[in-house]
C-alpha cells in the first residue's frame, strides 16, 4: 500500500490535515506524508525564487539545526525522521512550543533533503540578513575592524567557507552583492558550518549601495587582486571593507577609485591563481594578525621608513 493510500485508509491523516489547515501536534504520533501542504511548501525552498517569495530557507542535518538553535534563530517548522533524527534534539525542540515539529517518513526527509545522504532533520527557518544601511550599526565605532565583501563570487562552496573564515578571524558582517551567489544556498549553508547564523549577513543591491554604507562605518576598501601590491609589504587600514571578486573576473563593475589599497598573495608562477576561498581566508587572516601585532610591529619591514643614525 502506498503512502497516500496508507494516509487515506487512517482517515485521520495528513492530507486531512492539510486540507484544513492543521500543522500536526508536536507529540503527534502520525507521520505526515509525502503529500502534506506544509512538506509541499517546504520542497518549494530548493528553488531561490521560493526562497524569496516566502523568505525562508532549509537547514540539512543535526549540526546545523542545533547550531541555528544556539544562535538565537527562531525556527520556523521542523522535519524530523524518527529513527534517525538524534533523540536528544527532538527532546531540545520540545522545549521550544512555537515550533511545529513534524514527523515524515524516510521517502519524504528524502524529498526534503538536498543531500545525497539526509541525515534525520530538516527545518524551516527564517531569512537572516539587514540591509547596507545597517552596516554602520554591525561595526564598532572606533578601533580596528574588518568586513568582508562578495560582491559577485559565484561558487557557494567558497562563499560557505569565507563565511566560517570571516568568523573565524574576527569579520564583524560578511556582504554579499545582488551578482554573488545567494547566503541561503543549500550548499553555501552546509559549507558556513553554522558560520551564517552566528555571523551578521548584509545583503545588498548595487556596488555603490555597499560602497556608501563602508563610508559610513569608516571603513576604507581592501581589494584582492592579482596585480596588487604585496600584502606582506603594506600597510593595511585598520577598519578595512576586503572585497573578494568573481572567481573569474576579479573585480568587475567595481569602479577603482572607490578602491583604497589591491592586495595580492605571491605565489609559485607555476600556479595561475588562488582558489577563491583560500585567498579570502588568507587575507582575513593577515588582517586578524596585524590587529593583534603591536602598534610598532603593523607596518611591514619592507615598507618601513629607515632613518640614519644621529
Aim: with cysteine.
Amino acid at each position: 500500500m502506498s503512502e497516500q493510500q496508507e494516509d487515506a485508509a487512517r482517515g485521520a491523516g495528513p492530507h486531512r490535515r492539510a486540507r484544513t489547515g492543521h500543522a500536526p501536534d508536536k507529540a503527534d504520533p502520525e507521520e505526515a506524508g509525502f503529500h502534506h501542504r506544509a512538506v509541499r511548501e517546504a520542497r518549494l525552498l530548493h528553488v531561490k525564487k521560493h526562497r524569496q517569495i516566502r523568505r525562508c530557507f532549509l537547514v540539512e542535518g543535526p549540526a546545523l539545526v542545533e547550531a541555528a538553535l544556539d544562535a538565537g534563530v527562531r525556527l520556523e517548522r521542523v522535519f524530523a525522521q524518527r529513527d534517525t533524527c538524534p533523540p536528544a534534539l527532538v527532546q531540545r525542540l520540545r522545549g521550544y512550543p512555537d515550533v511545529p515539529v513534524v514527523f515524515v517518513s524516510a521517502r519524504t526527509l528524502t524529498s526534503l533533503a538536498q543531500t545525497q545522504t539526509p541525515q534525520g532533520v530538516v527545518a524551516v527557518a527564517p531569512f537572516l540578513h539587514r540591509p547596507a544601511a545597517d552596516l554602520a550599526n554591525l561595526v564598532s565605532p572606533a578601533g580596528p575592524a574588518v568586513v568582508l565583501a562578495l560582491p559577485s563570487l559565484s561558487d557557494p562552496g567558497n562563499a560557505g567557507t569565507l563565511l566560517r573564515s570571516a568568523e573565524a578571524f574576527g569579520a564583524c558582517a560578511v556582504c554579499f552583492g545582488r551578482q554573488a551567489v545567494e547566503p541561503y544556498n543549500d550548499k553555501v549553508v552546509r559549507a558556513s558550518m553554522g558560520s551564517l547564523f552566528r555571523l551578521p549577513v548584509v545583503c545588498y543591491g548595487e556596488w555603490a549601495e555597499l560602497a556608501a554604507a563602508a563610508e559610513r562605518a569608516g571603513l576604507r576598501i581592501v581589494a584582492a587582486e592579482r596585480e596588487g601590491e604585496d600584502v606582506r609589504a603594506v600597510t593595511l587600514p585598520e577598519r578595512s571593507l576586503l572585497v573578494i571578486g568573481h572567481e573569474r573576473r576579479g573585480l568587475g563593475g567595481i569602479p577603482r577609485e572607490d578602491v583604497h589599497l589591491q592586495v595580492a598573495i605571491p605565489h609559485a608562477p607555476s600556479v595561475e591563481s588562488l582558489n577563491a576561498a583560500v585567498a579570502g581566508s588568507i587575507l582575513l587572516y593577515e588582517l586578524d594578525r596585524r590587529r593583534h601585532l603591536p602598534a610598532a610591529e603593523t607596518v611591514p619591514a619592507a615598507a618601513r621608513v629607515r632613518t640614519p643614525a644621529g
